[in-house]
């Protein structure tokens, strides 16, 4: 089992920035990819991010690409969601997720889950 916790959620403003973090604990060296995946009041949960955690290969949903950046500090077992630029429609709770082996974005299909962090982009 992998245990996923994130930080870095909160309140900023149109076009500000956050970083978020998922530290990882548990059998971590069984991790293949960690991801991003965020869920707004009454949508469906969307994928964000994901980051191969031995090549360090990343893949962004469109929505996001080139205002969100992912990152991994292996000896931490943690990974980082960067946003940048942030929008109105940013606004959702953001769950960290780690996967055994390679997952699409679907959020099914993913193995391990955080309890999320709200991230509430103001005007």
């Known amino acids: 089992q992998v245990q996923l916790v994130e930080s870095g959620g909160g309140l900023v403003q149109a076009g500000g920035s956050l970083r978020l973090s998922c530290a990882a604990s548990?059998?971590?060296?069984?991790?293949?990819?960690m991801g991003w995946f965020r869920q707004a009041p009454g949508k469906e949960r969307e994928f964000v991010a994901r980051?191969?955690?031995?090549?360090?290969?990343?893949s962004y949903a469109e929505i996001v690409k080139g205002r969100f950046t992912i990152s991994k500090d292996n000896a931490k077992n943690t990974a980082y969601l960067q946003m940048n630029s942030l929008k109105l429609e940013d606004t959702a709770v953001y769950y960290c997720?780690?996967?055994?082996?390679?997952?699409?974005?679907?959020?099914?299909?993913?193995?391990?889950w955080g309890q999320g962090t709200q991230v509430t982009v103001s005007s």
């Open positions: 980051i191969r955690w031995n090549s360090g290969t990343t």
């Open positions: 997720a780690a996967a055994r082996s390679y997952r699409g974005n679907n959020y099914y299909e993913w193995d391990y």
């Open positions: 548990g059998r971590t060296s069984s991790t293949y990819v």
